[in-house]
């Protein structure tokens, strides 16, 4: 079985603060992915990041970096001078690596930045 | 463009009735899926297709049916069966492992029961 925490229900920060959304997962899979997903008011869900398990190597695109750490099952992601634009739910998500598997993705219940002016 | 299509955006069903979703991609994706969300919840999965005529049941595919006629459509319907309705449903493909396998989502649809 997957299992994806998302601790943080609800952040709020004051636009240019740095913010980490935390991400803890479980699952038996020694090959796996990892993604992170916004969701603006609109309700789509946006693709940010995916990450293999066997990557650890962090990654940081303008103002968003990741950190994976396998031995702690995490994948956290900050954001660096938050901008009003960054209010939105997050989610976190994992599925397993297999071939010619399905890739389910198992989501957490995500964590809702709000970013005030 | 290239994207997932879901329509209507909003829709809103009398208890009773069924109502069928849209879902329809060009990124010429072998897999889709749909997920439902509720508030303040992550998204569970229905229902998912890794290829034309073929689909699986996600873990809560109770009252809906799907249908993968064509590579590029996978239209859900909610059935009366479905006892709780009310949510925000999202569609979504998946590129090949060539591409890491990436699952992008289309921009939901509401429904209300009423």
């Known amino acids: 079985a997957q299992k994806v925490t998302q601790a943080q229900t609800e952040i709020s920060v004051v636009e240019k603060e740095d913010v980490t959304l935390d991400c803890v997962y479980e699952?038996?899979?020694?090959?796996?992915?990892l993604f992170w997903y916004k969701q603006p008011p609109s309700g789509e869900l946006v693709f940010l990041i995916r990450?293999?398990?066997?990557?650890?190597q962090n990654e940081i695109s303008g103002r968003y970096s990741w950190n994976f750490q396998k031995s702690t099952s995490s994948f956290n992601f900050t954001i660096t001078a938050s901008q009003v634009v960054d209010s939105a739910v997050y989610f976190c998500?994992?599925?397993?690596?297999?071939?010619?598997?399905?890739?389910?993705?198992?989501f957490g219940k995500g964590t809702k930045l709000s970013v005030i002016p | 463009d290239g994207g997932i299509t879901q329509s209507p955006k909003y829709l809103f069903r009398k208890e009773g009735q069924n109502v069928t979703l849209s879902c329809e991609q060009n990124?010429?994706?072998?897999?889709m899926y749909w997920y439902r969300q509720d508030p303040g919840q992550g998204l569970r999965l229905i229902y998912y297709?890794?290829?034309?005529?073929?689909?699986q049941k996600g873990d809560i595919a109770e009252g809906y049916s799907v249908s993968r006629e064509k590579k590029e459509s996978f239209p859900l319907t909610v059935t009366s069966a479905q006892k709780n309705p009310t949510a925000f449903y999202l569609c979504?493909?998946?590129?090949?492992?060539?591409?890491?396998?990436?699952?992008?989502f289309g921009e939901g649809s509401w429904l209300t029961v009423v």
């Open positions: 979504a493909s998946r590129t090949g492992a060539g591409s890491g396998n990436t699952i992008y």
């Open positions: 699952t038996r899979d020694t090959t796996y992915y």
């Open positions: 990450r293999n398990s066997f990557d650890e």
């Open positions: 998500a994992l599925t397993p690596y297999s071939g010619a598997g399905s890739y389910q993705l198992t």
């Open positions: 990124l010429n994706h072998d897999a």
């Open positions: 297709s890794q290829i034309v005529n073929d689909f």
